[in-house]
C-alpha cells in the first residue's frame, strides 16, 4: 500500500513559479512510474508529466518547457516545478504512482493562477 501525499499548491500570479511535491509512504518508492495529472472545472483529468524508474520524462506539450517533474527516491517524493504560469495551468494537482497492476493517487492540490 502507498500512501501520497501533495502538497506546495498557491495562489500565484501569471508568470510566476510553484514547486509542487508528492511524499510516497511504503516501501520500493523507486519501482513506482510517478506521474503528476491535473483537473480543471469543468474538465477531464489529464496527463501532465511523467518519470520513469530509469528517470526518463515525457510531458503533455502544453507545459514543455515550462514544468520540470524530478523524484529523490532517497526521501520518496516526486516534484513538479513549474515556471511561467498561465490562468489555463489553474486546476487541482494529483500524483499518481503505478507499478502495474497497482495504482495510488493522492488528494490533489489546488493551483490558482490569477492576478
Known amino acids: 500500500q502507498v500512501q501520497l501525499v501533495e502538497s506546495g499548491g498557491g495562489l500565484v500570479q501569471p508568470g510566476g513559479s510553484l514547486r509542487l511535491s508528492c511524499a510516497a509512504s511504503?516501501?520500493?518508492?523507486?519501482?513506482?512510474?510517478m506521474s503528476w495529472y491535473r483537473q480543471a472545472p469543468g474538465k477531464q483529468r489529464e496527463l501532465v508529466a511523467s518519470i520513469t524508474t530509469f528517470g526518463a520524462t515525457t510531458y503533455d506539450g502544453s507545459v514543455e518547457g515550462r514544468f520540470t517533474i524530478s523524484r529523490d527516491n532517497a526521501k520518496n517524493t516526486v516534484y513538479l516545478q513549474m515556471n511561467s504560469l498561465e490562468a489555463e495551468d489553474t486546476a487541482l494537482y494529483y500524483c499518481?504512482?503505478?507499478?502495474?497492476?497497482?495504482?495510488?493517487w493522492g488528494q490533489g492540490t489546488q493551483v490558482t493562477v490569477s492576478s
Open positions: 511504503g516501501r520500493f518508492f523507486g519501482s513506482y512510474h
Open positions: 499518481r504512482a503505478q507499478r502495474s497492476p497497482q495504482i495510488y
